[in-house]
């Protein structure tokens, strides 16, 4: 037994040795780490991260006093807008809604065929003019629409458009109490259409929406139930920069189809 167990000995110390010859030679993992004498390297690796960030930069000089009334709408809709939603939708049949939506619609045709015209085009204009004649009478007075089964969908034509089309820059970017994000140009643009509407008063609604409460609200209810955004669906901490973005982007992607 005190033979076998020498023997063992030995042949664990000769088998130590060789692995112990093959094995890496050590080295101090100080030895490799760099030092920066500046920070040179640091801030031009962060200059070119944000240079690949510009593609999102939007004009938003009023970006405090947005950032407050988004809070302001972003709570309105969640606690007040979305329940009202959520009961319209239980109180009401589908048939009703759409109808609802339909007749409002009917009525921005009003602006879009003013500025078809204001856009010198042409083909726009007639088919925003056969699309209100249609529906206002085979769609009984626009709660149905059968001009878009004829091939004439409704496609909507607003004052910003015609303002960036005779080279009006959007200007800065605006958070609108209730209504939401829009730009300078295009909420300027949205008081034109509104003002064209009530000089106009097809069928004598466009006054009493402004004059009859009932009339407000289903006009009101109608337009937060017609946007299928949700402050919810954007759910981070960055919301306020993503929906800026969203929107501006959306909006250079209309101009450019509508070229």
């Not at 300027?188 to 402004?210: K, N, R, W």
Request: overall charge negative; aromatic content about 14%.
């Amino acid at each position: 037994m005190p033979r076998a167990g020498f023997l063992f000995l030995m042949f664990a110390l000769m088998t130590f040795n060789v692995f112990a010859s093959q094995r890496l030679p050590y080295t101090n993992p100080m030895d490799t780490l760099k030092f920066n004498d500046s920070d040179d390297e640091l801030l031009e690796e962060w200059h070119h991260k944000m240079d690949r960030m510009k593609f999102m930069d939007v004009y938003d000089p009023l970006e405090s006093l947005n950032r407050q009334v988004f809070v302001l709408n972003r709570q309105l809709d969640r606690y007040f807008l979305e329940p009202v939603m959520q009961l319209y939708e239980t109180v009401t049949p589908s048939f009703a809604r759409i109808g609802v939506a339909n007749f409002f619609q009917n009525l921005k045709e009003v602006p879009t065929i003013m500025n078809g015209i204001l856009q010198l085009d042409g083909e726009r204009t007639v088919k925003s003019t056969s699309r209100l004649l249609i529906n206002s009478t085979l769609g009984m007075l626009g709660l149905f629409d059968p001009a878009e089964s004829m091939g004439l969908p409704h496609k909507r034509n607003e004052f910003g458009t015609t303002l960036a089309k005779y080279g009006i820059g959007a200007g800065p970017y605006l958070i609108i109490p209730i209504i939401g994000p829009y730009s300078l140009r295009d909420v300027s643009g949205l008081v034109v259409d509104l003002t064209a509407e009530d000089y106009v008063d097809f069928m004598g609604v466009p006054s009493q929406v402004f004059s009859e409460p009932e009339v407000f609200a289903i006009y009101g209810i109608n337009y937060r139930y017609t946007v299928p955004m949700s402050y919810d669906d954007f759910s981070s901490p960055f919301s306020y920069d993503m929906i800026r973005f969203l929107y501006t982007r959306k909006r250079e992607l209309e101009l450019r189809v509508d070229e």
